[in-house]
């Protein structure tokens, strides 16, 4: 299950994923600083949820990254063995 959510149906290398970083928070910054008092009370519901989601983001792609290398050390075992 992790091999396919990790690197086959997104099939993305992690230099795309940091680019796609990069904009999400270059955008918050452009609509925080064009818009800072619409975007201020956001803040107190935002930042939980931003912290929240980063620790279950770390929590996955370190599941992820365990299970894609048991699976290629299992690909990589001798059927005899």
């Known amino acids: ?39 201020r009370p956001l ?5 939980p949820i931003f912290g929240i989601t980063a620790v279950v983001a770390a929590i996955w792609g370190f599941r992820a990254m365990i299970a894609a290398e048991h699976i290629r050390k299992q690909s990589r075992k001798d059927p005899d063995e």
């Open 1 to 39: 299950m992790f091999r396919m959510l990790y690197d086959y149906q997104l099939n993305w290398p992690a230099w795309k994923f940091g680019i796609l970083k990069i904009s999400m928070l270059a955008l918050g910054i452009i609509v925080g600083s064009t818009f800072p008092d619409f975007w």
């Open 43 to 47: 803040h107190v519901f935002l930042w």
